[in-house]
């Protein structure tokens, strides 16, 4: 979700009031210029300002076992590598050479900007905050009473093929080996969740039975809502999947909506990769080192949702972005009936594709969900969201 306005002002009196002295202070990214500065860290320079001032903040109160930098310069060696996979010679040069350095820095500043999370990625909690988050997705695809897109991110890691047994738990269902986290997002690709980091063979339905999220969701904390997921999930009273085999026009038109909701998934994970190089390969890992893996995966997901607020306008090579993985693939004849009711009535109600003269009184925002989605007259059921204008 994207913060409320007065989260983001309170963020900011926060960072005036402690960090009062060192706010919007001169830095050493006040050496480039803003193309270059674009160049070197693919965010922009108000975006990095923010950034920095945050982490000022926070990193004071760290004891720092390199204190020959500053924390500035810090942060400038992490945001480089985050951006390139690897530290640029400009860099390099600002800084000294610092070679394995960067890495012991780049790990502390990760830790700093993943703590960052608890303000920078919030799963909307209030009913009105829930409502509202629905209500978009609804304008986008017709599926109502959805909180996010739910899908399983796999990033490339390097692992010893000499320990074998190791390096099997890595093999993810496409063949190589990766890390693999839980992310959650909204209609508007900002990650509403991040979390888990395990090894690449680890199924996407094992990962939400075993999540923070999943379970709260299915112990029905979170109210009546869906996330939407791919075939690689079980269908459940939460977890929306597609329907494997449609059988007629309704179904199809709902995998359809489907298609276009969760696809946002796979852009958001798409333009994190191209803006972060360093995600499409995050070095070594055993099993015992995903600790750093994983900050480094909540880190970027705190700089994506702060670039998106920002604006920053996404990395130029728009280029390819790679399919979303395509998960364990599984039969429908083991889906739990009561799930199965809840999505067949939700297409019934949302997709049905007979002509209905059933016209429900129209009232307040429902009818406004029916003509801007452009959905048949079948949404007099009370699953519609009302939101307030
Ligand atoms: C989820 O899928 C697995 C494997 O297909 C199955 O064994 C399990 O019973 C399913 N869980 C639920 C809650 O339906
Ligand atoms: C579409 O097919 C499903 C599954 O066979 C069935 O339950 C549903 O009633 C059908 N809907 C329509 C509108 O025919
Ligand atoms: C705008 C843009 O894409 N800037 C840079 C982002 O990082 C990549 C990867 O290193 C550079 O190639 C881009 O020039």
Redesign the pocket.
Known sequence: MSFALPVWLAVQEELLGNGGADFGAPSCFDEFDDEALFQVFNLSRPCISFILDAARIRMKTLALKNPTLSVDEMVMVALNYYAHGVSSPCVLQRVGQCQTDCLAIMSTVSGVIAGMSDQFISFPLTHEAKKKVAFKTEKLCRIPNVLGVLGAAHFKIRASPYETDTFRGFVNTLGYTSVVSQIICDSDGNILSVEKCCVGSTFE?ELWESSFKGREMEEEIHGPFWVIAGKGY?L?KHVLTPVAEPANDSETSFNEAHTKIHDVMRTTLGSMKRRFRCLNQLGFAQENSLAKKSNIIKACSVLHNIAKKFSVPPPSDAGQIEPLHPGKQ?AEP?I?PEALKARQKLIVANFLKVSSTRNPPSKGIAEEVVSVAGVLSVSGSKEVVNVDP
């Open positions: 339905q079980n459940s599984r083991d739990n």
